[in-house]
C-alpha cells in the first residue's frame, strides 16, 4: 500500500540496503548509483525513495525502466536514496543528466518535481504511485486503482471466513488508506452477504514503521473473532502476520507477495505491478502524451492478486490450496475488467 498503501504504501517489503553508496553532488553518502545499457538511443533515470535492496516494489521499477531502455536502444540509470537529503541530490543529480524521461517513484517526490518541473520545463518526469498537486505539462504521472484488488482479496476472505468475521489493519484512517479496508468489507459481503467487517488504525507517531501496535491492532481484531485479515500497515504489516499466525487467522499482504514471509498464514496479496506502469509510462510520454495522468488497474494488467498470477502454485500462499475460490475470484476480476462490476473508491468520494 505504497506508506502508499504500497506497504512500501504499503511499501510493505522492507527494505536492505546492498552495496556500496556513492556520491552525487556535495554530501549525498545515501545515495547509490546503477547504471545499465550504454545504447544510442534516448537515456532514462529512475530515482528510488529508498534502496532497492530487497525492495520487490522497486526491483519491478528498476526492471521497468530497463526494459523501456532495451526497448530503443537506450541507456537507463538508477539513483537509490535513502533519507529526504539524498532523495533531493539524487532528483538534482538527475536533472543535471538531462535525460530523457526521469522516473521516481512514490508520493515523496511530488513537491521536488513540481519545483524542478518549473525550473525545468524541457525535462521529462513521470511520477509513479503518485502526482503532484498542481499539473504541469512536463510531468506525467501513472497511478493505481487498488480498491480492485483489494475488493477481491476480500472476496477470498468472504469465502474462506469460518467466523464470519474479516477485518483490516490499516496504517491511518484517511481516503487514501481506506482503499485498503472499505473495499476488503465490500468483497466480503458480494461472496458471502452476512460476514461482519472491522478495520484498526495504527496511527501513533510511526504509523508506517510500527510494527507493533500494529500486531496490537491485529490482535485486537482476532480476540475478537476475526479470522482473515487485510493487512495494509506498511512496514508494520510483519507484526500483523505475527499476530495471525500465532491465534491461527490468516492474513492478506500488499505490493507484492508476502507469503514467503509468513507461509500457511497469508492468503494472497494485492500486487502493483510497477513494472508495467514505468514501461508504458514511458511509452506515453515519448509518445507526446507528457503531462497526463495514467490509471492502472485490473484492465490494464498493473493491479492483480498473487493468486491471478501463473506462479500461484509456487508463491506459498494459502490461496493456491483452493482453487475453487479461485475461479470464484476470477469471474469477479473479469466482471470489473468489463465494466459490469464497479468498486467504490474511497479515495474519490
Do not use: W
Not at 141 to 161: Q, S, Y
Amino acid at each position: 500500500m505504497s506508506r502508499r498503501p504500497r506497504t512500501r504504501a504499503l511499501r510493505l517489503a522492507a527494505t536492505v540496503a546492498t552495496g556500496a553508496l556513492l556520491a552525487t553532488g556535495c554530501n549525498a553518502a545515501a545515495a547509490k548509483k546503477e547504471e545499465g545499457g550504454q545504447g544510442a538511443g534516448p537515456a532514462f533515470t529512475l530515482v528510488t525513495p529508498d534502496a532497492v535492496g530487497q525492495n520487490d516494489f522497486l526491483k519491478l521499477s528498476v526492471d521497468g525502466l530497463k526494459t523501456a531502455a532495451k526497448a530503443r536502444s537506450g541507456s537507463s540509470r538508477v539513483y537509490e536514496s535513502t533519507d529526504a537529503a539524498s532523495r533531493q541530490q539524487n532528483v538534482q543529480a538527475a536533472v543535471d543528466a538531462e535525460p530523457a524521461v526521469i522516473v521516481l517513484v512514490g508520493f515523496e517526490f511530488a513537491d521536488l518535481v513540481a519545483r524542478q518541473a518549473e525550473a525545468h520545463p524541457d525535462q521529462k518526469f513521470l511520477v509513479v504511485d503518485a502526482c503532484t498537486g498542481k499539473t504541469y505539462p512536463n510531468v506525467s504521472c501513472a497511478v493505481f486503482r487498488e480498491h480492485e484488488a483489494v475488493f477481491l482479496a476480500g472476496a477470498e476472505a468472504g469465502l474462506l471466513t469460518k467466523s464470519g468475521k474479516v477485518g483490516a489493519v490499516d496504517v491511518i484512517d484517511t481516503p487514501q488508506f481506506r482503499r485498503y479496508s472499505d473495499p476488503f468489507a465490500a468483497g466480503a459481503r458480494a461472496t458471502t452477504p452476512s460476514s461482519e467487517a472491522s478495520t484498526r488504525f495504527v496511527g501513533g507517531q510511526s504509523p508506517f514503521n510500527d510494527s507493533a501496535r500494529a500486531k496490537e491492532q491485529a490482535n485486537s481484531l482476532i480476540s475478537g473473532g476475526t479470522d482473515q485479515v487485510m493487512a495494509a500497515a506498511a512496514a508494520g504489516n510483519y507484526g500483523v502476520f505475527e499476530a495471525a499466525k500465532a491465534k491461527g487467522a490468516f492474513a492478506y499482504g500488499v505490493d507484492v507477495n508476502q507469503c514467503p514471509s509468513a507461509p500457511g498464514t497469508v492468503v494472497d496479496n494485492v500486487i502493483k505491478k510497477t513494472d508495467v506502469a514505468v514501461r508504458k509510462g514511458i511509452e506515453q510520454v515519448l509518445g507526446g502524451q507528457a503531462g497526463a495522468t495514467a490509471s492502472y488497474g485490473l484492465k490494464e494488467g498493473g493491479i492483480s492478486l498473487t493468486g491471478l498470477e501463473e506462479n500461484v502454485a509456487g508463491s506459498q500462499c494459502v490461496i493456491a490450496q483452493h482453487p475453487q475460490v479461485l475461479d470464484r475470484v476470477k469471474q469477479l476480476r473479469d466482471q470489473i475488467v468489463s465494466g459490469e462490476l464497479k468498486v467504490d473508491d474511497p479515495a474519490a468520494k
